[in-house]
């Protein structure tokens, strides 16, 4: 593991639009060494996916590519096709300790937290977010994920479509299939959340030209939807490889997002 500040970059502006000057800065670190870099209440939003503790980087359906799923004309297709094999890695084995939280309150004003109920850290509320992801034949994994949400006190549901090949025709449909597969977004990490799903979660709090942090950056989605939303960014991610393929990820959306522009 890799617990020093070895790859953090810094987008440069390239063209006179707010999207594309949004300061984000990443680093391929632990979350300690990039939160302590902050003062008290740096950050507008902390919006983070913790590590739930269940082994989720270490299960079987990761080396799978062979099933397939029955479509409503009867014909059977392969969801997995073009899945990147994922490797074991030991990242899940347990939750964040108390420490991290209390960092992350000192850091940021309000803070979302998926994964929060699997912890037993004291200070959480009662907020909740809940991922209503719907549910496609052929696909193991629960219905609903929870956020902790600092700024509400009860829960409120997000519908939006993420179920196996099933995903979410767009922020307006949310619980529509996008009839065109092509168009669907490819998952390059085990617990890939979806752009869409931190599109909806910024528009219903207003998370607009604000201050965000991600300690537990994985795919990147959430770096995506902080710049769409033109805020300040700074993620955190330990593993290389992950680290890596976001970065991938985040030059080919600067890269469409330009030619898109022009
Ligand atoms: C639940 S996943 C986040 C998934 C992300 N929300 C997405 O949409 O892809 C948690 C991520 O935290 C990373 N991680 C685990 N321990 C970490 C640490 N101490 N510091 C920074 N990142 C860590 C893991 O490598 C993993 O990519």
């Given at each position: 593991?890799?617990?020093?500040l ?20 990443v ?18 939003w ?8 269940i082994?989720?980087?270490k ?34 084995n347990?939750t ?8 992350l ?9 998926f ?32 956020a ?77 939807t902080?710049?769409k ?8 991610e ?18 469409n997002l ?5």
């Amino acid at each position: 593991m890799n617990n020093t500040l070895t790859h953090p970059t810094r987008t440069e502006p390239e063209m006179p639009y707010d999207r594309l000057l949004a300061a984000c800065t990443v680093f391929n670190a632990h979350y300690s060494d990039v939160m302590c870099l902050f003062p008290d209440k740096y950050f507008d939003w902390a919006v983070c996916d913790i590590p739930y503790g269940i082994g989720v980087a270490k299960m079987a359906y990761l080396k799978e590519t062979k099933t397939t799923v029955k479509q409503k004309n009867g014909n059977r297709i392969n969801p997995n096709r073009n899945k990147k094999k994922h490797t074991f890695k030991d990242w899940d084995n347990e939750t964040p300790p108390q420490a991290y939280f209390d960092e992350l309150r000192r850091i940021s004003k309000n803070q979302i937290i998926f994964g929060a109920d699997y912890t037993d850290w004291t200070g959480l509320g009662k907020g909740r977010i809940k991922w209503n992801k719907g549910f496609s034949e052929g696909v193991s994994f629960n219905q609903f994920e929870y956020a902790y949400c600092s700024c509400i006190d009860d829960e409120i549901e997000i519908p939006l479509l993420w179920a196996g090949m099933m995903q979410a025709k767009s922020l307006s449909e949310p619980m529509v299939q996008q009839g065109n597969k092509k168009l669907n977004e490819k998952r390059i990490h085990p617990c890939h959340k979806p752009v869409m799903l931190y599109d909806a979660i910024f528009k219903r709090f207003g998370i607009y030209k604000m201050k965000v942090i991600d300690t537990h950056l994985g795919s990147g989605s959430s770096r995506i939807t902080a710049d769409k939303f033109e805020c300040e960014f700074v993620g955190a991610e330990i593993d290389s490889e992950y680290f890596q393929d976001q970065e991938n990820r985040w030059f080919n959306y600067k890269r469409n997002l330009k030619l898109a522009l022009w």
